[in-house]
């Protein structure tokens, strides 16, 4: 059982920065993955930032350079920080969290946050 709670969305002019957080809690899993992903009214949700557990990192081409994703182990939280912002950055973005659940055997899925709104204005 795994409850996802983001934070950090709001409006910001093209140029700004935002840090999103993600905080999961509830017993019984283990994170194999804390990503990012973003939805417009146009698009299906896609990829934003990934982190693995051992590190390593994957970014959409459309935002390396300007995100980063980090993470909190010891307080299974991830965090992307988001800077040289873009109206084509505006979406909602959603946090997800891959888990393996101990009671289902180690069954492995997928939790998503509500999701937070990310609003740029040029």
């Known amino acids: 059982q795994v409850q996802l709670v983001e934070s950090g969305g709001g409006s910001v002019q093209a140029g700004g920065s935002l840090r999103l957080s993600c905080v999961a809690s509830g017993s019984n899993f283990n994170i194999k993955s804390m990503g990012w992903h973003r939805q417009t009214p146009r698009k299906q949700r896609e990829l934003v930032a990934d982190l693995a557990t051992g590190g390593s990192t994957q970014y959409a081409e459309a935002v390396k350079g300007r995100f980063t994703i980090s993470g909190d182990n010891a307080k299974n939280t991830v965090y992307l920080q988001m800077s040289s912002l873009k109206p084509e950055d505006t979406a909602v973005y959603y946090c997800?969290?891959?888990?393996?659940?101990?009671?289902?055997?180690?069954?492995?899925?997928?939790?998503w946050g509500q999701g937070t709104q990310v609003t740029v204005s040029s």
């Open positions: 997800r969290v891959r888990v393996a659940e101990v009671v289902l055997g180690g069954l492995e899925y997928d939790n």
